[in-house]
């Protein structure tokens, strides 16, 4: 546990100093970590402590993730010098293609008709949303077992949940490189807001604030600037922007858990803590059983398994592999267990036990490490281009590393449609910016 807290607190502050740049990936994810992992050891509120055995499979995936970052840096530093010598010419490409404002419009107002529908039919009310997002929730649990038409499921899977995801991104992108356009603004607010009242979770939030804030980190003028803190009026503007940002975010992530619940710190300390339990007890829980890379990868699946099995009725059941390893994944979520005295939880098993499930400890060595590759492929091409589509693309792995401590995000389905729905809103719109947002006057 100590060895782990260290380790990730030094591999977290290394990369900050190497990349300048809080958001690159191994200070999210190491960082991270290491603060999971230092609350965890303190065991407050009866917190359980997890077996040292469970502190090495995270201290493994942390080490894992770092090995994987710098084989693509120390490749693409070694091999591909040219980049360097061609960073000029691509800061000053310019492509400067239309963006589809009326599409971006009306897939807006279709998620924000579905939310409408979906307060209707849960019956979530004026009263429910004043009373607090735990009396959301509550009327949610209810209504879980009410089914909705085939057809309004299928929109529902395909399309509604991925757009979530995709229209928050491109409204980062839109805002802080585009247009800022106020209608695209206002109806992807209202679309946050509305996620916040179905779901009666703070995930719609979270991804909103995390996104605004990251892609304006891509706004530093490092070209023109010897030092990174360097103050000019632009980069002030752009700082009290990330920061206004944050702080409207983290504000109103504190309502929201104190809607939730009186017990704001415990709540807030569990969701931080509590993962190393998690990640025990639930691996004792697969006995021999192995996914062989489908728990983590299931998103990339489950929409063809969704399709030969809803629409075009190949099957009738789900196949016993996938539905095993399904029902294993909603079980997490599904089942309350003990992290203490007078403690219960779900979900919050990690992305380690996702890797665990696949292959156990050389599940977390291979998936991390080509996480970690993954994600040094996708930071470095953003910083080097500034390209909107590559800074898109590095937003939903910065997803993905935040939102470790919950789950793996590519085992959701709306999740890899969202990203692929989001590079299809790109296609046409790709900017290789020079070190900074350039709006139309």
Known sequence: MNICIISSTLFAIFALLLEKNVFNPITIFCGLWAIIVFLSSLNLYTLNIASDETYSWILTGVISFT???CVYKVGKTTFKIKDSSNLNLIQMKQKNKKIRYHLLYSLSILCI???FYSMIKLGISVTSIVAGLQAVGDTVSRQNGVDSSGLINAISFLIINPLFL????????????GNRDKKLLFFIIVMTVGRIFISGGRQALIQFTVVMVICASFTINESKTKHIFSITKKSLINKLGRILVLA???GVFLLLTMSKTTAV???????FAMQPVMLQTWTGQLGSQHAYGFASLFGFVHPFIYIGKNLLQLFSNMPIFFSD???????TFLDWVSIGTNLQANAYTSIFWYLYYDGRIYGIILGMFLLGYLSAKLYIKAMLTRNVKAIANYLIIALTLIYSFTDME????SFILGWLYLNLLLLRTERSMEWGPQRKQ
């Open 67 to 69: 090995i994987g970052y």
């Open 113 to 115: 008709i579905y939310i």
């Open 166 to 177: 995709s229209l928050t991104v491109f409204e980062a992108i839109d805002y802080w490189f």
């Open 248 to 250: 409207i975010g983290i």
């Open 265 to 271: 710190l415990k709540t807030i300390y569990l969701d």
């Open 325 to 331: 390893i399904y029902s294993n994944i909603q079980n």
């Open 410 to 413: 590519f085992y959701k389905a």
